[in-house]
C-alpha cells in the first residue's frame, strides 16, 4: 500500500516538475521573441559556405547569388538557361565571389537534379545552404491551363525541392549544420483566381518546407535551419501586367529591397518571412474573420482583379 502511494507521489512529482520547466521554456522562448523585436537578432557568417541558388539566371536569384559573393560565400549557381546563368556567374566573380560554379540544370527533372547534385559534390563539395528559388507562373485561369504547363508548375515550383532536399539534406545532417530556404509567395498563403496552378504548388512548397522544418525539430537536428520567404508581387518581370489592389498596404516590391530582406531572414535564421508585413495581418484575418466578411474586403480593394493584366516574363526560359 505504502509502496503504491510513493509510485504515485513519484509520478506527480514528474508531471509537475515536467509541467514547469515547458511552462518555464515557454515562457523564455516569449520573452526572448519579445526581445528580437526591438533589438536586432546576431547574424551569423556565411563566408565560406557554399550556397547553392536554384533559378539563378535572373531576378531574385541572380541579385541573391551576387549579395552571397559579397559576403563571402562559395556559390552553385543553377538554372535551365545557360547563358543567363553564366552572365550571373561573370557579375558574381566580379563582385568578389571566393569560388563561383555555374551549371546548367533543369530543376523540374527529378534525375537531372540528382546527376547535377551529384557532380556539384564531387566538383565543390558540400552544400550548406540551398536556396530553392526557381519557379515558373503560366498566369491561366485553371480551365484554360493546359495539363502539361500545370504539371510543369508543379515540378519547377514544388518537386524540385523535394529532389534537392533528397539530394543535399543527408549531408547537412551528417554535420548537424545547414540552412533550407524556400522561396514561395504571397501565393502560397492565400488562393488567387487565375492563379491556381501556381498557388497550389506553391502552397506545397510551404507544407512542405514547413513540415521538413518541424521534422527535423523533432529528431533534435538543431544545427538545420529553414527560411520560408513568401513575398507579394516583386519588379522582376514575372508577374508582368499585374496589378496591385492596394498600393499602400500591399505594393509591389523592389527586387533589392526583397533580396536585403531574405537575405537578413537567412542570416538571423528566421523561419517565417512574409513581405510586406502587411500580409501578416491578411493571415491573422482570414483566420478569424467570417469567410463572407474576408470576400467583401477583397472585392471592395480589388483582390479578384490582380491578375487581369497579367503578360509574364518576356523573355523565353
Ligand atoms: N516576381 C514576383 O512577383 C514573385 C512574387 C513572389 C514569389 N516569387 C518567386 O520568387 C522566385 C524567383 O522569381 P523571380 O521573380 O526572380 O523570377 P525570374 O523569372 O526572374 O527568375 C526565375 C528563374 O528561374 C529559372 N527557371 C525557370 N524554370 C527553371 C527550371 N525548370 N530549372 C531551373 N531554373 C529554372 C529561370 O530561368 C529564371 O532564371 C520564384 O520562385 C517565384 O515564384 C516571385
Known amino acids: 500500500m505504502c509502496g503504491v502511494r510513493q509510485k504515485n507521489m513519484a509520478s506527480y512529482l514528474k508531471t509537475t516538475k515536467e509541467l514547469l520547466v515547458f511552462l518555464g521554456k515557454s515562457l ?116 484554360d491551363c493546359p495539363d502539361e504547363l500545370m504539371e510543369k508548375s508543379f515540378n519547377v515550383n514544388f518537386k524540385a525541392h523535394l529532389w534537392t532536399y533528397k539530394a543535399f539534406l543527408p549531408t547537412m545532417i551528417a554535420n548537424n549544420h545547414g540552412h533550407l530556404v524556400c522561396i514561395s509567395s504571397s501565393a502560397g498563403l492565400v488562393g488567387v483566381n487565375g492563379l491556381a496552378d501556381y498557388c497550389a504548388s506553391k502552397f506545397a512548397a510551404v507544407g512542405f518546407a514547413e513540415s521538413m522544418f518541424v521534422e527535423t525539430f523533432a529528431q533534435k537536428q538543431k544545427g538545420i535551419k529553414t527560411t520560408i520567404v513568401c513575398p507579394f508581387f516583386i519588379k522582376t518581370g514575372m508577374f508582368e501586367g499585374c496589378t496591385t489592389s492596394s498600393p499602400t498596404l500591399l505594393p509591389i516590391l523592389e527586387p533589392e529591397y526583397v533580396v536585403r530582406k531574405i537575405i537578413d531572414a537567412i542570416l538571423q535564421e528566421q523561419l517565417y518571412l512574409y513581405m510586406p508585413k502587411f500580409l501578416y495581418l491578411v493571415m491573422f484575418l482570414k483566420s478569424v474573420l467570417p469567410v463572407k466578411t474576408g470576400l467583401l474586403i477583397a472585392d471592395y480593394v480589388g483582390a479578384f482583379n490582380v491578375m487581369d493584366g497579367f503578360t509574364g516574363q518576356k523573355k523565353k526560359t
Open 28 to 143: 523564455f522562448s516569449v520573452l526572448k521573441a519579445l526581445i528580437f523585436t526591438f533589438i536586432p537578432k546576431p547574424r551569423k557568417n556565411v563566408a565560406g559556405e557554399t550556397v547553392l541558388i536554384t533559378g539563378s539566371g535572373s531576378g531574385l536569384g541572380r541579385l541573391l547569388a551576387l549579395q552571397f559573393a559579397r559576403l563571402g560565400s562559395v556559390l552553385v549557381l543553377w538554372d535551365v538557361n545557360t547563358e543567363a546563368n553564366e552572365e550571373t556567374c561573370r557579375m558574381a566573380q566580379e563582385a568578389g565571389a571566393m569560388k563561383v560554379r555555374a551549371y546548367t540544370c533543369d530543376c523540374s527533372q527529378k534525375e537531372e537534379v540528382y546527376k547535377v547534385a551529384d557532380q556539384v559534390k564531387k566538383e565543390v563539395g558540400d552544400v550548406s545552404i540551398l536556396i530553392n528559388n526557381a519557379g515558373i507562373v503560366t498566369g491561366k485561369k485553371f480551365l
